[in-house]
């Protein structure tokens, strides 16, 4: 199971791919505001798309963590209260 695990995030991390995501109506004021000379306008709502596509994923791994490290502790006192008796 670990060796499955290292081998997927290696994958994950030698995969990955800079991503720009936009809908079409964000595309067309960007192609407008781009045409005007401020390219600035068109990086900060890329930065916005994928800081807004992150944030689901980062809750989800941070609950997995916290329910992995509770159920880890939770086996620890069961295997421990075995012990005592």
Known sequence: MKKITILSIAFLILTSVQAFSQ???????LENNYSNGNPG????????????LSMPYLAVMVLGYLWYKSSKNARKEVSAGAAAR
């Open 41 to 52: 306008i068109a990086a900060g709502i890329n930065a916005g798309i994928l800081y807004l």
């Open 23 to 29: 809908c079409a109506m964000c595309r067309s004021t």
